[in-house]
């Protein structure tokens, strides 16, 4: 599933932020490196931007690309801005 990043909406975005100032432990529901369904449940520790991809870090180390949530908790990021895969 290699494609380009595709930026999330503020409104997720925002979700993924108070997530991550709550501490709280979450499933996060997500989509692999090959499109496929993933879930993990976890602690966000940290979001990150760098050269134009934004990442979620989790305190288990995993990392994950904004755009490939799918869910964090019971929030349900849009269906229309997952990214094609190529």
């Keep these: 599933m290699s ?4 930026p999330i909406n503020c409104e997720f975005h925002d979700v993924l932020e108070a997530t991550a100032i709550r501490r709280q432990v979450v499933t996060i529901g997500f989509l692999d490196e090959s499109g496929a369904p993933r879930s993990v449940d976890a602690r966000i520790v940290d979001l990150h931007a760098k050269d134009g991809v934004e990442t979620m870090h989790l305190d288990d180390g ?3 690309r904004l755009d490939r949530i799918v869910t964090v908790g019971d929030v349900e990021r849009a269906r229309r801005e997952f990214p094609k895969a190529t």
Aim: aromatic fraction near 14%; hydrophobic fraction near 55%; proline fraction near 0%.
């Design 3 to 6: 494609s380009a990043y595709v």
């Design 62 to 64: 995993t990392v994950i």
